[in-house]
């Protein structure tokens, strides 16, 4: 499996100003990063018209480290405009403008952030897009976060049934009950019918004790399952913790990459 960090996790440093999107994909490869993830309208200049020459220097940048772009990160949001929701031809034609970029900058797995609920138009959403998704080498992955159960898009996955159309698990679905936010758990075993769909994760983390583990996640089994099934994809580790502690980028990045090589190298 690769392994890296989402830019997210420099969210810190990004938000004051002390970071743009070149300086946290060069230092992710100072950490050792195999890869990144990149969040649209976090970390794109101009978004959400970027310039070709940015997503250019993107790229380029990313492939001269020796990395690559695990997963463009995006939001299919139906209020976007202040007059009126989107309609269904708009959010159609959107989202084939995101397949697009995302498969201009090398990345292999799309991730929209999209309301679905209910589900049933999910299914209809990708099965639209679902030619431009193979014409352009793009995965659809749909994450799974909590605090909706491990099989709430099953159901999606079995009815379109597709290998552009993948699931992206996130590991807030397994955390304890400690973890922010957290209010039910998940046993481990609900992760097992769930791998032959994934195609990326998040591995995310909130906080590490004195030994580099975060005390919330099961990271050790967790990746154990990956590694036991073969996975072949990639991970990437997301820290949400500055939104509680007030640390420079650099040290929850380094701890959160180093835990995620621990257990999945």
């Not at 039910?184 to 998040?202: A, D, I, W």
């Amino acid at each position: 499996m690769k392994l890296g960090l989402s830019l997210y996790t420099f969210g810190a440093d990004i938000h004051a100003g002390k970071m743009n999107v070149f300086d946290a994909i060069r230092k992710a490869a100072e950490i050792g990063c195999d890869g990144v993830e990149i969040i649209a309208e976090q970390h794109i200049p101009g978004w959400p018209n970027p310039s070709l020459d940015d997503l250019t220097a993107i790229r380029e940048l990313v492939a001269s480290l020796d990395m690559e772009i695990f997963c463009f990160s995006c939001y299919f949001g139906k209020n976007i405009r202040s007059d009126r929701p989107q309609t269904w031809e708009e959010l159609i034609h959107n989202a084939k403008r995101m397949i697009a970029l995302t498969a201009y900058l090398g990345a292999r797995v799309m991730r929209p952030a999209f309301n679905a609920e209910p589900v049933g138009e999910l299914i209809d959403f990708v099965n639209a897009v679902l030619p431009a998704l193979e014409k352009y080498g793009v995965i659809w992955g749909v994450e799974l976060h909590a605090p909706h159960p491990p099989a709430y898009y099953q159901e999606a996955l079995e009815t379109v049934d597709s290998p552009w159309f993948r699931l992206v698990p996130d590991f807030s679905c397994w955390q304890g009950p400690n973890a922010p936010g957290q209010i039910q758990t998940n046993p481990l075993s609900t992760f097992e019918p769930l791998l032959k769909y994934t195609v990326h994760c998040h591995a995310k983390a909130h906080m590490f004790d004195a030994a580099g583990e975060e005390p919330n996640t099961p990271y050790k089994e967790l990746l154990g399952m990956l590694a036991d099934h073969g996975f072949k994809g990639s991970i990437a580790g997301e820290y949400e913790g500055w939104f509680i502690n007030d640390l420079p980028s650099e040290q929850p990045a380094r701890t959160l990459f180093n835990l995620l090589e621990r257990y999945g190298r």
